[in-house]
């Protein structure tokens, strides 16, 4: 692929939790700014290739423990060799080259990279696909926590404690609503050293197709208890020439709610009408039954992200 590709990834969150700390409360800086982290993003695309069969390594995977002192078995994690050699098979990993070109078949090694880091092979791939911190640009955004009543009785209460006559009590905290907007860049020439060593074909068109395909809709398909609410709702995807270089292009979006819809004013527009002929082109994914655009030119092709058809 000759050419790099700069964008936004928009993420709504209405009465759920996109991205929670270890309190469970949605991620916040220390000045309170709400935000997701690039592995919030990451996680659903990874789970959507997952699910299609894809070759994925960087996912969690679980197996049954080995009987301990007491007989019991517990249910763990895989570490990164077993998931390696879960997709691959048992390998002693002395063989560098054949590592890298099982690494670089994996679908989301090919896109995020990867620090593999087992006796044997000791390596790490900065990724063509490079996604930043996606900030919450909704101004209203409010934790809400909610009591959840579970149906059985705590058996380590004490027999005359009050707590063992009545069900236990559970928490689950949301986002009254927010909006992330995460930037992103694709850059094939990352992987110019390792097409040189043979092991892999570059990044490609096709590989480009797939994570834009995926990350139009794996936060939409996500739908666990706190995800549930959690949609791609925003995406712009700006080609251009591989000598270009633009800026975080989420610091040009803004986010405001209409009397009756949301409002996104794409402030960038200029910036790319400047740059000319480096910028190849410049495609926009929304939903049109939710959000008004503004800011937007008749050079920048407009599409419903609900059906990928052009509004």
């Not at 997709?87 to 099982?102: A, E, W």
């Not at 149906?151 to 005359?160: I, Q, S, T, V």
């Not at 074909?201 to 794996?218: C, I, K, M, Q």
Request: with cysteine.
């Amino acid at each position: 692929m000759n050419k790099r590709v700069y964008g936004v990834l928009g993420i709504s969150s209405i009465m759920a939790n996109w991205n929670a700390d270890f309190s469970g409360f949605p991620k916040t800086t220390s000045d309170g700014e709400t935000f997701g982290s690039d592995k919030a993003l990451k996680y659903p695309m990874k789970k959507m290739w997952d699910n299609e069969g894809k070759k994925v390594l960087y996912i969690k995977s679980m197996k049954l423990s080995e009987p301990g002192k007491n007989g019991e078995i517990s249910l763990i994690p895989k570490s990164l060799r077993e998931r390696y050699e879960t997709l691959y098979g048992k390998s002693d990993l002395k063989d560098v080259t054949v590592v890298l070109k099982n690494l670089m078949n994996c679908v989301d090694v090919k896109n995020f990279g990867a620090t593999f880091a087992e006796t044997g092979s000791n390596i790490s791939i900065t990724g063509a696909v490079q996604i930043g911190q996606g900030f919450n640009k909704y101004e209203g955004t409010s934790p809400e926590e909610q009591q959840i009543l579970s149906p059985f009785r705590d058996e380590k209460a004490k027999k005359n404690d009050e707590d063992a006559k009545n069900s236990t009590l559970g928490t689950k905290i949301v986002s009254n609503e927010a909006h992330y907007f995460y930037p992103f860049v694709i850059n094939p020439l990352a992987y110019k050293e390792l097409i040189e060593l043979g092991v892999t074909e570059g990044y490609t068109e096709e590989d480009y197709h797939n994570f834009r395909r995926t990350a139009l809709v794996s936060a939409t398909s996500f739908a666990t208890n706190s995800k549930v609410g959690c949609e791609n709702e925003f995406a712009l995807f700006v080609e251009t020439k591989a000598d270009a270089y633009l800026p975080n292009l989420s610091e040009y979006i803004q986010f405001k709610k209409g009397t009756d819809k949301n409002i996104i004013k794409i402030q960038c527009t200029e910036l790319l009408h400047e740059l000319g002929e480096q910028i190849e082109k410049v495609d926009i994914y929304y939903n049109p039954h939710t959000t008004v655009l503004e800011g937007v030119s008749e050079d920048i092709n407009l599409y419903d992200i609900r059906t990928q058809k052009e509004v």
